[in-house]
């Protein structure tokens, strides 16, 4: 299937990386480039808008723009991204010079459950435009972090333990324990279609640990 194929592209580019990435849009332009530049596809988009009123139930607010959508043959593969980070400051140079003082690379995101309901909300909008769009056979959501938080095991008292990205496969309910709580307001509980497993792969980019985990859907 295109998808496998797509995922090996994307697990190279990821492994082959030596450069840390400033931001998820970051991320997402390096990775199109990337694609685009094997010659293999017969098209890479980024922002790949898809109006809410084409996808049934869709439950949020804001408009559903697919961060890369890859095509070949008549198939589309649509690709989200999650890129979540802590604080990481580095020497830099620019135009070909070196720059005098440290300059934070990566930013310390911090607020993990909201950054895990967000990669389970890829999983099911992926979900939603495959069981929409014939051409669409399947697709992939991709996350990336130096923040070790996110392998951990939520704790169950927690108000986000549903929506643990630790390593084995996790439930299909997607719910808050309390939706009243403020983290989750405008954040509505779903429900993917089937258990998906987390599988986290370790990488090393100027001496920062990197873990990513890419589930196919």
């Known amino acids: 299937m295109l998808k496998d194929v797509v995922?090996?592209?994307?697990?190279?580019?990821?492994?082959?990386?030596?450069?840390?990435?400033?931001?998820?849009?970051?991320?997402q332009m390096h990775l199109a480039v990337y694609l685009r530049s094997l010659g293999k596809?017969?098209?890479?988009?980024?922002?790949?808008?898809?109006?809410?009123?084409?996808?049934?139930?869709?439950?949020?607010?804001n408009e559903l723009r697919l961060d890369i959508v890859v095509s070949k043959n008549g198939e589309y593969v649509p690709i989200e991204l999650k890129y979540?980070?802590?604080?990481?400051?580095r020497p830099m140079t620019r135009f070909g010079e070196r720059l005098s003082e440290k300059i934070p690379v990566m930013k310390n995101q911090?607020?993990?459950?909201?950054?895990?309901?967000?990669?389970?909300?890829?999983?099911?909008?992926v979900e939603m435009v495959r069981n929409r769009f014939h051409?669409?056979?399947?697709?992939?959501?991709?996350?990336?972090?130096?923040?070790?938080?996110?392998?951990?095991?939520?704790?169950?008292t927690s108000n986000n333990c549903r929506f643990s990205m630790s390593e084995g496969?996790?439930?299909k309910r997607k719910h808050w324990l309390d939706a009243n709580k403020s983290t989750a307001k405008g954040r509505p509980d779903f429900d993917v279609e089937k258990e998906y497993a987390v599988k986290w792969n370790a990488k090393e980019v100027g001496?920062?640990?990197?873990?990513?985990?890419?589930?196919?859907v």
């Open 135 to 156: 051409n669409v056979k399947g697709g992939l959501a991709v996350f990336m972090t130096n923040d070790r938080f996110y392998l951990n095991e939520t704790k169950p």
């Open 7 to 27: 995922e090996a592209d994307v697990r190279q580019f990821i492994e082959g990386d030596e450069e840390l990435f400033f931001n998820e849009r970051d991320f």
């Open 84 to 89: 979540k980070t802590k604080a990481v400051s």
């Open 169 to 171: 496969p996790h439930p």
């Open 207 to 216: 001496g920062v640990e990197l873990n990513y985990c890419i589930v196919k």
């Open 110 to 125: 911090g607020a993990q459950d909201l950054g895990r309901y967000d990669f389970w909300k890829d999983v099911r909008r």
């Open 41 to 61: 596809y017969d098209d890479v988009d980024i922002e790949y808008y898809v109006p809410q009123k084409e996808l049934d139930r869709y439950l949020w607010e």
